[in-house]
């Protein structure tokens, strides 16, 4: 699976590709997400927006950004997440 592969989400990022940014890495974590910590998984969220950021979306780590990349690991896992982590 690749970012251009991908049907995006919209998680509120300034445009298209950034959309497709950030669904490309929630629907990676998606798949191992049930075997990590909550501490694990913000950790590795954490590295995957900054990459995200690094490569031109710093808008990533805005509020409803997060809140929505958040909501849809709540949603995945039924787990009570933050958005608050870092």
């Known amino acids: 699976m690749t970012a251009q592969m991908l049907q995006p989400k919209n998680y509120e990022m300034f445009t298209k590709e950034g959309n497709r ?3 490309y890495f929630v ?4 798949i191992e997400i049930n075997n990590w910590s909550d501490s694990f998984l913000y950790r590795e969220l954490s590295q995957e927006m900054d990459r995200a950021m ?3 979306y710093p808008e990533v780590w805005d509020t409803v950004v997060r809140e929505n990349i958040i909501g849809e690991l709540e949603r995945h896992t039924g787990r009570n997440l933050t958005i608050y982590w870092f």
Not at 27 to 30: N, R, S
Request: hydrophobic share 20%; glycine share 10%.
């Open 54 to 56: 690094y490569d031109g």
């Open 21 to 23: 940014r950030v669904s």
């Open 27 to 30: 629907e990676k974590i998606k």
